[in-house]
């Protein structure tokens, strides 16, 4: 299962799906069709066969009356595995042929090697059906440490401080990322804290937050803003069990589709998620933990 940190670029890609756009055009000169608005989709794909294949994320850019225009699935590997030849066929196929759109298939590594490592794979790609994953690693992300553009593109800085996590230029994006999140809506800026808490390493997350309770206490953060910091850590702590709960249903064996996942790491409820990590020791299916 991959960690918080390696998460964090799906997290990101389902607050603004926007940022797939940017993403696709920038980084791949992939052309995306005027679009209205950008939404993601569910992940999980099912097959003929009584099983279910889950990407990591999917988006949609749709035209005003919400039809799909083109379709997105974003993974991030952080190793090599050879079935994703054939797995992330199935997720485009999928979406494609239920959609009647195109689909691109966008993957993050942030090892350069493993990177090439799947470049490789996919260029000797099968007999007939054929896939080019578009595949980005940090040094594709451009470093943003311009507070102008932080607060013209906040989403982006908020990925670049993410890829970039263990450079050693991070600490200088530091008050860009604080301005960008004072350039959003509050409920987006403790949305984007809690991305770039779980996309750091643990050395730049304490640094981060150092710099939050000094300089940028000062020079960037309103009042209200460092009220959702602190509630942003307190919700971090119930996001963390969250998380436990997954992992024990994961050890057992237990499905867990997408809405359920997003119910469990979205409660902040911990008498809740107490009874859901003890109900997870002993379920065999997620109404086990979920249900009355």
């Known amino acids: 299962m991959p960690s918080a940190e390696h998460e964090s670029p799906v997290a990101l890609a389902k607050l603004v799906p926007g940022l797939m756009a940017w993403l696709l055009s920038d980084i791949f000169d992939v052309h995306v069709p005027g679009y209205h608005h950008a939404r993601t989709q569910d992940a999980e794909v099912q097959v003929l066969v009584p099983r279910s294949y889950h990407a990591d994320g999917m988006v949609l850019f749709c035209d005003q009356g919400d039809h799909p225009l083109l379709a997105v699935v974003l993974e991030v590997q952080r190793g090599r595995d050879p079935a994703k030849r054939r797995t992330w066929k199935l997720y485009v196929a999928h979406l494609e042929a239920e959609l009647k759109v195109d689909a691109a298939l966008v993957v993050y590594c942030p090892d350069p090697a493993v990177a090439d490592w799947y470049r490789r794979m996919f260029a000797m790609n099968g007999t007939s059906l054929s896939l080019r994953p578009l595949i ?15 607060r013209d593109r906040p989403a982006l800085a908020v990925l670049s401080a993410i890829c970039h996590g263990r450079d050693a230029e991070v600490d200088a994006m530091f008050p860009a990322l604080a301005a960008a999140l004072q350039s959003v809506d509050p409920d987006t800026a403790i949305s984007y804290y809690d991305v770039v808490l779980a996309g750091l390493p643990q050395a730049a997350q304490t640094r981060w937050e150092a710099f939050m309770t000094t300089t940028a206490d000062h020079q960037f953060i309103s009042e209200r803003l460092r009220k959702l910091v602190a509630d942003g850590e307190a919700r971090g702590e119930t996001r963390g069990e969250g998380r436990a709960v997954l992992l024990v249903l994961e050890a057992r064996g237990v499905p867990v589709p997408a809405e359920s996942r997003e119910q469990i790491l979205a409660s902040t409820d911990r008498e809740l998620l107490d009874l859901w990590t003890r109900r997870a020791a002993t379920a065999t299916a997620i109404n086990d933990v979920l249900g009355p």
């Open 136 to 150: 980005f690693t940090p040094k594709d992300v451009p470093i943003v440490d311009d507070l102008e553009q932080a």
